[in-house]
């Protein structure tokens, strides 16, 4: 009797370190809506919506018709549907590890637009040599896929990192 | 001998149903801009405007659709700021294009816009269709 309490206890722990290590998954959540998938990442690497906050996607969704210089307007079903899964698995609602550093990294004042000026980003991208973006294969910061090849799978570590005209990323 | 021709026609249904289903969405897209009192629609004048090149005050440079697209629409095209490549627009080397009126209209909507400054009219888009039906 006491030995299955003991076991019981013993079971429930592994359960709790369990689901402990879940709420700490690595890198942030893969993109898992067909629309946005298709819709944005047409033209554009199909930003998981983890790396900015609610109040970013909110503005970035509400002025379309003047994406980052580009018209990416859509119908008002479409567009309400895609900001309705951008806030809702945005990074401030979000479990995952490199969320979490993105976030905490954005002064609560702030609104950003662009990922790439949060200060998290800013900071592990210190070290990418000079130059390298010019790269035809990468051509701006913003093409994340370019040299991070697991950026799909929403995981961005060094393990997978790929530099075009570089090579591997190794510390 | 009976058996045959009934073949032959039904395999001719098939191709007429066939042609149909290749074409329909452009030709469904221009009657709704004729519902909307444009055409008739021209191919030469389709072709004109998408070789035309409009200057963007914003840059200063000129653009056209061929700086995305390209000058030979049966090869890929290169977005103009991002790089990342356009299937060829012409539907003798690309089957999936004009085949879905939900994505001509987002495209004419955020192009027109993007290239000329403006939507385009009713009478512009039907023409555009007009020269691109033909490649």
């Not at chain 1, 592994?14 to 402990?20: E, Q």
């Not at chain 1, 709420?23 to 993109?31: D, F, K, L």
């Not at chain 2, 897209?29 to 030469?44: I, K, V």
């Not at chain 2, 909507?109 to 033909?134: M, P």
Request: glycine fraction near 8%; hydrophobic fraction near 35%; aromatic fraction near 8%.
């Amino acid at each position: 009797m006491k030995t299955k309490l003991l076991n019981s206890i013993v079971m429930v722990g592994l359960l709790l370190t369990g689901s402990a290590v879940v709420n700490a998954a690595p890198g942030v959540a893969p993109v898992d809506n067909k629309i946005y998938a298709e819709e944005c990442g047409t033209c554009h690497f199909a930003y998981p919506p983890g790396l900015l906050p609610e109040r970013s996607w909110k503005k970035v969704m509400s002025g379309l018709e003047d994406h980052f210089g580009e018209n990416a307007e859509l119908d008002e079903a479409d567009r309400a549907k895609l900001e309705a899964y951008l806030t809702t698995n945005a990074g401030d609602h979000s479990h995952y590890k490199r969320s979490k550093k993105l976030m905490r990294s954005i002064k609560s004042g702030a609104t950003p637009l662009r990922i790439s000026k949060i200060p998290y980003f800013v900071k592990e991208h210190r070290e990418v040599p000079k130059g390298a973006i010019k790269h035809d294969k990468i051509r701006s910061i913003s093409n994340c896929d370019a040299c991070h090849t697991t950026a799909a799978k929403g995981r961005f570590g060094e393990r997978g990192i790929n530099i075009p005209g570089y090579g591997k990323w190794e510390d | 001998m009976k058996k045959n021709v009934l073949m032959m026609m039904a395999m001719a249904g098939m191709l007429v149903i066939n042609v149909q289903a290749y074409a329909g969405d452009v030709e469904l897209l221009q009657s709704e801009y004729q519902s909307q009192g444009a055409g008739p629609f021209s191919a030469a004048a389709g072709e004109k405007m998408w070789r035309q090149q409009y200057l963007d005050k914003k840059s200063g440079k000129q653009r056209s659709c061929q700086t995305c697209h390209g000058s030979d629409l049966t090869t890929s095209g290169k977005h103009a700021r991002t790089g990342k490549v356009i299937d060829p627009l012409a539907r003798s080397v690309n089957s999936e294009r004009l085949t879905k009126v939900k994505f001509m209209k987002k495209w004419f909507k955020r192009n027109c816009k993007w290239t000329i400054g403006r939507e385009c009219s009713a009478q512009e888009k039907g023409d555009f269709l007009a020269y691109l039906k033909g490649l």
